[in-house]
């Protein structure tokens, strides 16, 4: 080889180049070879690419595929399906409400027995007990299916799916923006 011609590694990738490597990238993460934080990782890498030698790394390790290409993987799908929140999540973000609650009832509770004179009678009792035997009795006998519980699941997926075409739209934005300069 003489001087005057580029190693492969050393040639500038075309978009078409980050786009099959990206593509390669989501084929493992739907086959379970990678874990959505190493995929997020190396796509942020292929992204940002902008000669062959530091894209071929980014898939060395995985095998090449066997079945011919299918049609796109839907990553904000893959994401919600590996996305699992905690089942005591919801119960223990009720009981910070319900301590929220507590406070702002004590502190009524105080001002007003500051303003008399006298320690009053403590209300806050009666509707923090009515609010934690609530909670309690949710835990004990939790609902099968709410209409409310679904809707906050599909708002969930519609979150993440916004978060992850957001997150594709600010990485074609910065490409964009270094080919122009």
Same mark, same amino acid.
């Given at each position: 080889m003489g001087s005057d011609i580029t190693p492969?590694?050393?040639m /500038? @990738? $075309? +978009? !078409? +180049? *980050?786009? @099959?490597? $990206?593509?390669? %990238?989501a084929s493992a993460l739907s086959e379970g070879r990678l874990d959505l934080a190493e995929y997020e990782r190396r796509l942020d890498t292929a992204m940002s690419a902008t000669v062959f030698g530091e894209l071929e790394p980014l898939t060395a390790d995985l095998p090449t595929s066997q079945q011919p290409d299918r049609e &796109?993987?839907? %990553? @904000? !799908?893959?994401? !919600?399906?590996?996305? $699992? &929140?905690? &089942?005591? *999540?919801e119960w223990f973000d009720e009981? /910070?409400?319900w301590l929220g609650g507590a406070i702002i009832m004590t502190g009524i509770w105080g001002v007003s027995s500051l303003r008399d004179g006298e320690f009053t009678h403590f209300w806050p009792a009666i &509707? %923090?007990?009515i609010w934690a035997a609530v909670l309690l009795a949710h835990l004990v006998f939790p609902s099968r299916c709410d209409d409310d519980d679904l809707d906050l699941d599909v708002d969930v997926?519609? *979150? =993440?799916? +916004? *978060?992850? !075409? =957001? /997150?594709r739209r600010r990485k074609m934005r910065r490409r964009d923006h270094r080919r122009h300069r």
């Open positions: 492969h590694s050393g /500038r @990738a $075309a +978009d !078409a +180049d *980050r786009d @099959a490597v $990206a593509q390669r %990238l &796109p993987v839907d %990553l @904000a !799908a893959v994401g !919600a399906e590996n996305y $699992a &929140p905690s &089942p005591w *999540r009981w /910070r409400w &509707p %923090l007990g997926e519609d *979150r =993440e799916k +916004d *978060r992850h !075409a =957001e /997150r």
